[in-house]
Structures are given as C-alpha cells and as structure tokens.
C-alpha cells in the first residue's frame, strides 16, 4: 500500500482500478482544515491525465507491475520487435501500445517494459540517451550558447529542441523523461 506521504514523481499507483503513475504532485496544509495532496496522473492504458486531490494520509494499491528488461531490436512498420535478456524470446508490440517515447527507440537499445495483466502498457527508456542529429537548420555566425532554440531531428526521426549552434552531425545527450537536449556529447 501506498500512501499520500510516499508520493514522488513517476510513482505508481492504482486509482479507480486502472494502473496510473504521478507526473507533478504537490503537498498543501491550508490554514484551516486537514491536508491534501494536489496531483496529475497520466494513466498507462489509455495515456489521459487525471487532475486529482487526495486527502494526506489516504492510501492506494500499488499495481502488479512486470518489469522485463528488453532489447529494441528493429521496427516494420507499426509493429516493434524485442528480445527478453534473459530467454531470448522475441515479442513484437504496436506502435500504440508502447507510448509517447517510441520515436527514441535505437536499434540494440536496452529497455525496460512494464508489463499489466499480460500486456505490455509501457516501455521505459533509460533516463539519457546520446543519438546523432541529422538534420538541422545551419548554424549562423553570431548563434550564442546562451541564445534560442531550433528544432532538430536525430537519427531515430525524433524532432528535439537543441541550441542554435548545434550542427548536423553532433551527438547530443536527451533526457527522455522531458525530451529535452542536455549536452553535446564528445
């Protein structure tokens, strides 16, 4: 079990019987009253975020999760085809199935899936990942550091917000939780 005080981001709870994990939580002790935990929660079957307020001290079910680490191995398609580390068993899962972060996916990529009563909900990408852009605007004489963003497409077709004077060819670091640009990678 589970309690409002054990919240953090990307803790996962079961709400209404459906499997949902916590994007932004915040902890509120009004002058008068008990207090409450304000959250979102984006559900892992159907992806919609739920704005709700718990009671401090309410306690939630924890969802019988299966994490299995696999390997991406290729894509045909809207079909994605992974191998179990341990058996070497292949499974092949929709585009659908797999989440927002599937256009991160790199072949030979270790990940994790979570796995809900027999059916893969998610594919967890490690938290950072080195891809190469391979196509962006060109850089301009005068584009700072400090300076905008412009997007950039990386070798998995992603389309990332990186600094204007990214060239094509850098192998940059993402934070996949945020699919934001860290650091060029040397």
Do not use: C, W
Request: charged share 30%.
């Amino acid at each position: 079990m589970i309690s409002t005080v054990d919240f953090r981001n990307g803790t996962r709870l079961i709400v209404d019987g459906e499997p949902f994990y916590i994007v932004e939580f915040q902890h509120v002790k009004p002058g008068k009253g008990g207090a409450f935990v304000r959250t979102k929660l984006k559900s892992y079957l159907t992806g919609n975020v739920l704005d709700r307020t718990f009671r401090s001290g309410e306690r939630f079910e924890e969802p019988d999760l299966e994490e299995r680490e696999m390997q991406f191995l290729y894509a045909t398609g809207d079909s994605y085809t992974f191998m179990d580390t341990e058996t070497y068993e292949q499974l092949t899962f929709e585009k659908q199935m797999l989440g927002e972060n599937v256009d991160l996916l790199k072949e030979n990529m270790v990940v994790t899936i979570l796995i809900y009563e027999n059916r893969p909900i998610a594919v967890e990408l490690p938290n950072f990942i080195e891809l190469k852009v391979i196509d962006a605007e060109p850089s301009v004489r005068g584009d700072t550091a400090t300076g905008g963003t412009k997007p950039a497409i990386v070798e998995t077709g992603a389309t990332i917000k990186v600094p204007l004077y990214l060239e094509v060819g850098t192998v940059i670091k993402i934070d996949t939780r945020t699919r934001s640009y860290v650091e060029r990678v040397r």
